[in-house]
């Protein structure tokens, strides 16, 4: 009975000894930006986007605004305005206004020196997703689930120093860095090689990405100027519109496309 007994014991111990471990950094982080997306409903920001061409080498930088709005019955929207670019091999800067919109589903290009709009369905009529998901159109994930990610990569914290254009100089910012491997066999894995991410721990709002595809080029996002709102601002609100625009536009209007297996 005493032999029994202090194995009894032991194995409490034991057990409230895993009750109490520490949680990761890594998973208190994704649980944390999981809850920040639980409250939010709609932000602005300012936006630098850097695309770099691994085999040609040199690439371009656009810069702009964003607007993010949240909606609990149907696809959040998103809409990203390019005012000018930036080409980083000859470092010539002109404006150059395009618009990139998704709402619904369906992802809009708006070009307004060109006059052009093209406008695609790439989500099933019916279904839900999210523009900003790892692995999206635009990614700086907001609110994924911890189990979603973790399934779906491997996930480690960056060590400072961070990345200089992605993460913007600021002495006042506490940051958090995490960096995602897709898992071999996963559908994220045919197109990235990695994905980093950095978020202020003041509002768990994305700040900085860097991904990597498998061909090595590399996207790099930045924001700045983060703002939350309840209700978006007016001006915000007209820049998520993707109706077609009136007369003396080329209009390109792609609905979805059931493809079957051979």
Same mark, same amino acid.
């Given at each position: 009975?005493?032999?029994?007994?202090?194995?009894?014991?032991?194995?409490?111990?034991?057990?409230?000894?895993?009750?109490?471990?520490?949680?990761?950094?890594?998973?208190?982080?994704?649980?944390?930006?999981?809850?920040?997306?639980?409250?939010?409903?709609?932000?602005?920001?300012?936006?630098?986007?850097?695309?770099?061409?691994?085999?040609?080498?040199?690439? %371009?930088?656009?810069?702009?605004? =964003?607007?993010?709005?949240?909606?609990?019955?149907?696809?959040?929207?998103?809409?990203?305005?390019?005012?000018?670019?930036?080409?980083?091999?000859?470092?010539?800067?002109?404006? %150059?206004?395009?618009?990139?919109?998704?709402?619904?589903?369906?992802?809009?290009?708006?070009?307004?020196?060109?006059?052009?709009?093209?406008?695609?369905?790439?989500?099933?009529?019916?279904?839900?997703?999210?523009? =900003?998901?790892?692995?999206?159109?635009?990614?700086?994930?907001?609110?994924? #689930?911890?189990?979603?990610?973790?399934?779906?990569?491997?996930?480690? #914290?960056?060590?400072?120093?961070?990345?200089?254009?992605?993460?913007?100089?600021?002495?006042?910012? #506490?940051?958090?860095?995490?960096?995602?491997?897709?898992?071999?066999?996963?559908?994220?894995?045919?197109?990235?090689?990695?994905?980093?991410?950095?978020?202020?721990?003041?509002?768990?709002?994305?700040?900085?990405?860097?991904?990597?595809?498998?061909?090595?080029?590399?996207?790099?996002?930045?924001?700045?100027?983060?703002?939350?709102?309840?209700?978006?601002?007016?001006?915000?609100?007209?820049?998520?519109?993707?109706?077609?625009?009136?007369?003396?536009?080329?209009?390109?209007?792609?609905?979805?496309?059931?493809?079957?297996?051979?």
């Amino acid at each position: 009975m005493t032999i029994l007994l202090m194995l009894c014991t032991a194995a409490v111990i034991l057990l409230g000894n895993q009750s109490e471990q520490p949680i990761s950094p890594v998973h208190e982080a994704l649980d944390s930006i999981e809850r920040a997306g639980e409250d939010l409903h709609a932000f602005t920001a300012d936006v630098a986007y850097r695309k770099d061409d691994a085999l040609l080498g040199g690439g %371009e930088l656009r810069t702009g605004s =964003m607007v993010y709005d949240t909606n609990p019955e149907a696809s959040p929207r998103l809409a990203v305005n390019f005012d000018y670019r930036i080409d980083l091999g000859s470092n010539e800067r002109r404006a %150059e206004h395009k618009q990139l919109i998704f709402d619904g589903g369906w992802l809009v290009e708006r070009d307004e020196a060109a006059r052009q709009f093209i406008k695609r369905q790439i989500v099933r009529p019916g279904d839900m997703a999210d523009p =900003m998901r790892l692995g999206g159109p635009f990614p700086l994930p907001i609110g994924q #689930k911890r189990e979603d990610v973790l399934r779906t990569f491997t996930v480690t #914290k960056l060590d400072p120093p961070p990345d200089h254009f992605a993460v913007p100089k600021s002495e006042a910012l #506490k940051l958090i860095g995490l960096h995602l491997v897709p898992r071999e066999g996963s559908e994220e894995s045919e197109d990235w090689a990695s994905i980093d991410l950095w978020y202020d721990l003041a509002t768990w709002l994305p700040i900085g990405v860097i991904a990597t595809e498998v061909n090595g080029d590399q996207r790099r996002i930045r924001l700045t100027k983060a703002k939350l709102h309840d209700v978006l601002p007016e001006a915000s609100e007209s820049l998520l519109s993707i109706e077609v625009p009136s007369d003396g536009w080329s209009v390109d209007v792609q609905p979805w496309v059931e493809t079957q297996d051979p």
